[in-house]
């Protein structure tokens, strides 16, 4: 098992509503700190509810403090062994923020 960071990060799912939290980074430093999404390049969790898997990637290619629209949001229906997730689509990241820090 690989090491990551946790994100501070609370959604709403964009597939059935459930709050999302856990999210984690492998684009930190890696030391199982947790982190403000503005300090990794994405950040990722899966739904408990409905497995829908959450991914947040940052626009652009700059690590400063931005704000969650500077992120692109997929969410993907399932994982296919081989293909990956499948049922990709894009959100606005806005419309599933529960709670700011």
């Keep these: 098992m690989g090491m990551f960071d946790y ?7 964009p597939r059935c509503g ?8 492998k684009s930190g430093d890696c030391c199982l700190r947790t ?3 503005w ?12 497995e829908c898997y959450i991914q947040f990637e940052i626009k652009e290619n700059v690590r400063k403090k931005l704000p969650i629209s500077a992120y ?6 399932e994982f296919v062994p081989y293909k ?7 959100h606005n990241p806005e419309d ?3 709670k700011k820090r």
């Design 84 to 90: 990956g997730h499948v049922g990709e689509k894009e």
């Design 18 to 25: 459930e709050k999302v939290s856990g999210f984690q980074s």
């Design 35 to 37: 982190l403000e999404f």
């Design 7 to 13: 994100v501070h990060m609370i959604i709403k799912c």
């Design 39 to 50: 300090e990794v390049d994405y950040f990722y969790s899966d739904c408990e509810k409905c």
């Design 72 to 77: 692109k949001m997929n969410s993907y229906s």
């Design 96 to 98: 599933f923020i529960m």
